[in-house]
Every structure is written in C-alpha cells, then in structure tokens.
C-alpha cells in the first residue's frame, strides 16, 4: 500500500498519543512523539498527567484493544509490575442507584494497575518499534503552516536550552489532553473554533493509596459506586501493584471529602456501602492525600467545523473527557486509534472530516453514559428530554432486578465496560429480565448512613 507520508508527529506521549502513534507506525515511515515532561525514571507520576495520581483501571473494551495493538500488553503488565487483570463482573463490587449489582462470571478482562504503570509499559513497548522515536522535554509552541494555511506542515517546538525550532511532517495529531491549544491554534489561522459542549459538576476526587491485605473484601479486587441520590457520593477502591489499594472519594458540586484521616473516614461510612470505609480504616496509608477537581464533562464538536487544516488531527482527551467515575478515557481513546487505523487504510485524503465523523459516533456512547448518569442529579445543569428520563429510570429497575440476576448485570457492565452499545439494554431478552426482577420486591442496599441522609432531606 502506498504510504500517506514519509513523517508523522503526534503532539503528547500520554494514553491517546501512545495509542495515535502506534497506529501512525503502521503507515508512515517515521513517527515522532514530542512530550512536554520528562518521563521519571521508574513508573511514577508526572506533572503533565495529574490525574496519573488517581484512580484509574482499564475497562474490557480498552484491554482487549491495547492488546490488538501491543500483545501481551497484560501479561506484561501484571507479570512485571503486579497488576491484576480480572473478570469485572466478578471480582470487583458494582453499587449504582444504592443497589449492589449480584456477582457472576462473565469474559469481562479489565486491567488494574496505577496510571503510570499503565502509560509506562504502553511508552516501551512503542518505543521498541523501529520506526517510532519519542522526544522528551520538547512542548510544542504552535503549528506550521503553508502560507494560505490551508494545510499543516508541521510543528514549532521548545525544548530547554535551545531555540524554537519547526519540524516538519506530512501528519500532525494534538493528544495534548483536556487542556489542548487546538481551539485557539485554528482561530489564530483563521478557522472557527469548534462549538463546546460542557456538563458542570464540580466533582473532586480525594485520593490515597493504603497497604493491601489479601483477606480486605474477600479477596475481590476492587469496588466501584456511582453516586446517587440522596447524597450522589461516589467511592471508588481498586487493587494495584504492590499490594496496594488506590481509593478515592468525591461527590457533586463541591460535596468534596476532606483531607485529613477523621473527616476522610467519615465521608466514607456516607457511602452506600461500609466496604471501602472499613478497608480503609485498618489500612496502612502508603501516600497523602491528593486532590483533583473535575469541573466538568467537556466534548469539541470538531466534526461539525465546515472548514479544517489538511493534514491534522485532534485525539483523545482533547476531543472530549468525561466523569472520570465511569473509567472511560483510556478505553476511548484505544477506540479512536482503531477508528483512525480504519481511516488510514483507505487513504489520507479528507482524512480529518473521515476520522472527526467516526470519532464522534465513537464519542457519543461513553458521552450519553457519563452525561446521561450526571443528569440524574437534580443540581446538574442541563436538558433532560423524555427519553432521557425513560432512559435513567429503566436503568434504575434494571439495577434492582441485577441486584439477584448476575445475568443482567453483565449485560449492564457489557455496556459500561464498551463492549456492547446501550440499545443492547433494550433488548426483549434483557428487558424481561428486568421486568422479572422487578415483580418481587427488591431492597436498595441497607445503610444507616443514607437513611440518616434521607430523613435529613425529609425533614428539611
Ligand atoms: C481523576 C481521573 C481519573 C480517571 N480515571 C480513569 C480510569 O479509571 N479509566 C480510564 O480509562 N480513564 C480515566 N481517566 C481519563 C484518562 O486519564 C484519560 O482519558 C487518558 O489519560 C487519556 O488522556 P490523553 O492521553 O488524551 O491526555 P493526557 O493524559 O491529559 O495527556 C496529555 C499529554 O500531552 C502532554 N502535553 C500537553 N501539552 C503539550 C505540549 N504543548 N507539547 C508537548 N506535550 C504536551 C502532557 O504532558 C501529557 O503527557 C481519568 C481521568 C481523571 C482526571
């Protein structure tokens, strides 16, 4: 096949960029990654992926595909740094709508492992790739274009202690993550921005990692709840490499959990289980606390701009970051490299309107997933049509009819997990099921903590 150019940049050498590049390898005869940071000796937190402090695991979908473009990227993983890949519907906990979903087995592979970790292993493994070279402690300071700055040429880049410089390539893609300049590089050669969409929620995530016992939860590995009414706080404690526990807390519009052992432990007897607060209680704290506020659900309409550069790309995060509570970036941003391979192998022409339209239709699930679960909460601002409602309270009988019928509950985490798309939910076969369940009555999980919260609503 002929190749569509000799040089490709990807700008970012986080999840999407490592992603971008590999598919970019299989079609240009060089690929260059340009990072900001430098990259830490050992697998640990860096200053330009904050978030690599919080909890983060990668959902079945992400696994299967980072393991189509990098084989054995699991095993490796967990053979050389101790994460845990596991069977999602059955070694980890799901309470959504107070109600904890029934464990069963399911081929539901997700991957446990710290942020860093997860990037880390991703970074050599395309750094063992002949035709992939990535440039640290190199920002980029804007795009090259031709004179009419119809089409990208290339990049100009800072790096310490030398000048600013333009590379050249035939493709550049920006996985610069939430905070990408795309928006205001396109205004400044002349292109309308793309519309923004953004569900404000105030979210902060309070994070410390604790000592991990075998005997904590019974031996699952992991324990995920989805905040909802009436005190919507999420608690999320999944197990990582060294024997550890990741756990963080945080609830909407500024419900955040305070940083100190009293008040930490305390907003976790509000969850709707005692699992993460009892864990918690005994356990070893291995690091501080940490915090990082997530205002909002934010998504770049770019494939709705009448008029692009030729020969570039916006990836990942930069399109559109969700709730992080839902687990999804990683796993989307895989889902976006596959759409762009599928672009690629039919050419390069018109290749930014071919790869914005699929990356939309990509973006739109885990987008209705997140947004359509933030809108349940009656202080988040936005439209709440018919079917969305429809929508939520289905999905709401579903949680008390899964919380006996592990059958139902994969399907329900076959979803979250982006391995079958929402209509799945509405199929007759599923659908009775839920109706099933819901002839006998079904009890939200009992806690003290909601009932407490519950009569306080009441009583105000
Ligand atoms: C608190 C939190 C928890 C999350 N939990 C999960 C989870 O459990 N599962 C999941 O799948 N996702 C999760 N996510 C989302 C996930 O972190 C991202 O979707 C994922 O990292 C992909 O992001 P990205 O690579 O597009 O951007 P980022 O990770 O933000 O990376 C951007 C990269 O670009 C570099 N960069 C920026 N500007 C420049 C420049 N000018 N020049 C050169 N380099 C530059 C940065 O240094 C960085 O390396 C979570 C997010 C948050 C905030």
Same mark, same amino acid.
């Given at each position: 096949m002929k190749k569509p150019g000799e040089h490709a940049i990807v700008i970012g050498a986080s999840m999407s960029g490592l992603l971008a590049a590999r598919v970019l390898s299989d079609f240009y005869t060089i690929v260059t990654v340009l990072e900001r940071d430098t990259f830490p000796d050992a697998d640990a937190p860096r200053k330009g992926v904050p978030q690599g402090r919080h909890t983060h695991g990668l959902l079945a979908r992400g696994s299967v595909i980072l393991e189509e473009f990098f084989p054995g990227y699991s095993s490796e993983v967990v053979a050389q740094s101790g994460g845990l890949a596991g069977d999602v519907a059955n070694d980890v906990i799901w309470i959504g709508h107070n109600v904890r979903l029934a464990n069963g087995a399911s081929d539901l592979i997700g991957l446990l492992a710290s942020r860093p970790v997860l990037e880390g292993h991703l970074r050599r493994r395309l750094m063992s790739l002949p035709n992939v070279r990535v440039i640290e402690n190199c920002a980029v300071r804007g795009l090259a274009t031709d004179p009419a700055h119809r089409s990208v040429t290339g990049v100009r880049t800072y790096a310490q202690g030398k000048i600013e410089e333009t590379l050249n390539a035939e493709l550049v893609v920006d996985? %610069?993550? /939430?905070?990408?300049s795309s928006a205001a590089w396109l205004e400044e050669l002349g292109y309308q921005p793309p519309a923004r969409e953004k569900v404000e929620i105030d979210i902060s995530y309070m994070t410390r990692t604790y000592r991990r016992r075998s005997t904590d939860l019974h031996g699952k590995h992991g324990i995920v709840v989805a905040g909802s009414a009436p005190n919507w706080r999420n608690g999320v404690m999944l197990a990582q490499e060294s024997d550890s526990w990741i756990v963080s807390a945080g609830g909407y519009l500024g419900d955040d959990a305070p940083d100190n052992d009293e008040g930490f432990l305390a907003y976790l007897a %509000? &969850? #709707? %289980? @005692?699992e993460i607060h009892d864990v918690v209680a005994r356990a070893e704290p291995l690091t501080d606390y940490r915090r990082y506020r997530y205002v909002s659900n934010l998504r770049l /309409? =770019?494939? +709705? &701009?009448?008029r692009f550069p030729e020969n570039y790309l916006v990836f990942g995060d930069a399109i559109c970051s969700f709730? $992080? !509570? =839902?687990?999804?970036g990683m796993t989307v941003a895989a889902e976006e490299a596959l759409a762009l391979q599928r672009c690629l192998r039919t050419g390069s022409n018109d290749l930014a309107r071919r790869f914005f339209g699929a990356a939309a239709k990509i973006v739109d699930i885990p987008w209705d997933i997140a947004v359509g679960n933030d809108l349940r909460?009656? /202080? !988040? +601002?936005g439209a709440r049509p018919l079917m969305l409602r429809f929508i939520n309270w289905y999905i709401g009988k579903l949680h008390l009819a899964a919380k006996r019928d592990s059958t139902l509950a994969t399907a329900f985490l076959e979803v979250v997990n982006l @391995?079958? $798309? #929402?209509?799945? &939910? &509405?199929s007759p076969a599923v659908a009775w099921r839920v109706w099933q369940g819901n002839r006998r009555p079904v009890l939200p999980v009992p806690s003290p903590a909601i009932e407490a919260a519950r009569r306080n609503s009441a009583s105000s």
């Open positions: 996985a %610069t993550g /939430r905070g990408s %509000t &969850l #709707p %289980t @005692m /309409r =770019y494939e +709705k &701009l009448a709730n $992080p !509570v =839902y687990g999804q909460h009656p /202080r !988040v +601002k @391995m079958m $798309p #929402p209509s799945s &939910l &509405l």
